[in-house]
């Protein structure tokens, strides 16, 4: 998938790149469907135990919110099918496929994040912020940067997704989920 | 579409409701990608007009910036199918199709965006903010309460997106890209 970067790939393509025969990937893995969601499964329990041995660190919360945000950000840039797989499976009309993605992805992702936001208001670091609301608003942004790109490249002249955008991204990232967009002097008037 | 809730239609269903001849459909619109890129074309003009007004008005950066965030999640909850239709049209093997979305969709917002934060700063109420990366978490932050909504209602025991969730969700963002999630007291800290 690397590759052609593309998903769209066969059974017998991946039985003949890896030299397994078809017959065995069939019967191992069901479908193409199968083979996926164990793909995505396998790189999804890294991240997840990431996530665990990040939120055991005797750092702030803040520090920890943003080694996440550039957590997400390498992964999808290191794994370029993950984010396309995602999509994909969550709108097969297979609703098994789309249960098994939010079950070992979005669940385990979404409770992390209600943990993090728990730690971190209980230590006085955060607002008192909805954990579905910013898990949306998070993964939205993040996943938007790989998801949206090849969209604004083509009619306005935006680049594609290099080492150097990436790192950009976490820095914009990190600094609006941070502190927001409104300069010290505003937010004070703000909240005056 | 919206009776349906899906963008599987054909031509004859559209010509069908309408009371319209399908052949005068086709002649007209060419095709079904034609048809929805007419009907996302006619539903971005409005909406790009509302940003030339919103921009004109006599208010600050600050205020026109939330007044776009509620309208970017209120436009995706009143047209539902607008946020499927873009990536549909997006990911079409019919690369005229995602062109004519980056011009009339892309292309404008992002032009607003730029336009917003260069006021913003000039005023000194905004940080220096990249237009591409802010472009890209917003957008992304906003579409992904209706795309990736329906994957957390499953396993999470999360509900639909209701009119109520939308105003909390408009609440949300308003307050993350302003002022982050740091309380003051820790961004004066983070600052000094």
């Known amino acids: 998938m690397i590759e052609r970067s593309s998903i769209e790939i066969s059974l017998s393509d991946i039985a003949q790149k890896s030299g397994a025969n078809a017959a065995l990937v069939k019967y191992h893995f069901g479908n193409k469907d199968g083979l996926l969601l164990a793909l995505l499964a396998r790189d999804a329990a890294t991240e997840m135990s990431n996530l665990e041995y990040l939120l055991a660190q005797p750092i702030t919360a803040t520090a920890k919110l943003k080694l996440h945000i550039g957590g997400i950000i390498r992964a999808y840039y290191r794994f370029p099918y993950m984010n396309r797989l995602i999509h994909y499976l969550l709108h097969e009309t297979n609703t098994a496929s789309a249960d098994e993605v939010s079950k070992f992805f979005v669940a385990p992702l979404l409770d992390f994040h209600r943990r993090l936001l728990a730690e971190g208001v209980s230590q006085g670091e955060f607002r008192a912020t909805d954990p579905v609301l910013f898990y949306t608003s998070l993964?939205?942004?993040?996943?938007?940067?790989?998801?949206?790109?090849?969209?604004?490249?083509?009619?306005?002249?935006?680049?594609?997704?290099?080492?150097?955008?990436?790192?950009?991204y976490i820095k914009h990232m990190e600094t609006l989920i941070c502190g927001g967009i409104l300069t010290q002097v505003e937010e004070a008037a703000a909240a005056g």
Not at 139 to 167: K, N, Q
């Open 139 to 168: 993964i939205g942004a993040c996943d938007h940067l790989f998801f949206g790109r090849h969209a604004m490249s083509r009619a306005t002249g935006v680049g594609p997704v290099t080492d150097d955008v990436c790192r950009q």
